[in-house]
T-cell receptor, first 113, second 110 residues
């Protein structure tokens, strides 16, 4: 079955550490996205990529980095520069063209300890 | 930046009743989409309505779009306890990215 897989489901980070969240899709979608969700604030776009080897900053990119070396994969690194990283992170993908919905992964909950 | 704003923020109804959620947005759009999120899970795409459409149905879901008022509504008829979730509207403009609202939390009591 096609879909998006995010791992791990739960992640704990110590102060000052970088952590990488995995996102893999087998839907043959060109576009992939990373969102952050905090309680009561909806989804905010961190980074997005519309094609391999290219990506753009979203609304809250500071303290995060991404890569898109393969069509199937779009990992997100939360760096130590991100001062408030505790949140629920969601990865999504879509086919190109405006009339396509997004397919979401099941999310990674990151907690700073 | 948040484009869509849902209203109400929370809604509690009894099973069998209808649930109506509203979404307002600020700029011109190509389409508007509704998503559902169960607690602690990813979002699931429910329905998409294009800017030149006024109404769309999918099972128990009915979506309307009024581009002159920059607003949309999602109606869930004959609600069930399993409909309990958060519902988000998202707008897509010519830039191609989806921008999500803050969601309506629906609770359906058995």
């Amino acid at each position: 079955d096609g879909g998006i897989t995010q791992s791990p489901k739960y992640l704990f980070r110590k102060e000052g550490q970088n952590v990488t969240l995995s996102c893999e899709q087998n839907l043959n979608h060109d576009a992939m996205y990373w969102y952050r969700q905090d309680p009561g604030q909806g989804l905010r776009l961190i980074y997005y990529s519309q094609i391999v080897n290219d990506f753009q900053k979203g609304d809250i990119a500071e303290g995060y980095s991404v890569s898109r070396e393969k069509k199937e994969s779009f990992p997100l690194t939360v760096t130590s520069a991100q001062k408030n990283p505790t949140a629920f992170y969601l990865c999504a993908s879509s086919a190109t063209g405006g009339d396509n919905g997004y397919t979401f992964g099941s999310g990674t909950r990151l907690t700073v300890v | 930046s948040q484009q869509g704003e849902e209203d109400p923020q929370a809604l509690s109804i009894q099973e069998g009743e209808n649930a109506t959620m509203n979404c307002s947005y600020k700029t011109s759009i190509n389409n508007l989409q509704w998503y559902r999120q169960n607690s602690g899970r990813g979002l699931v795409h429910l329905i998409l309505i294009r800017s030149n459409e006024r109404e769309k149905h999918s099972g128990r879901l009915r979506v309307t779009l009024d581009t002159s008022k920059k607003s949309s509504s999602l109606l869930i008829t004959a609600s069930r306890a399993a409909d309990t979730a958060s519902y988000f509207c998202a707008t897509r403009n010519q830039g191609g990215k989806l921008i999500f609202g803050q969601g309506t939390e629906l609770s359906v009591k058995p």
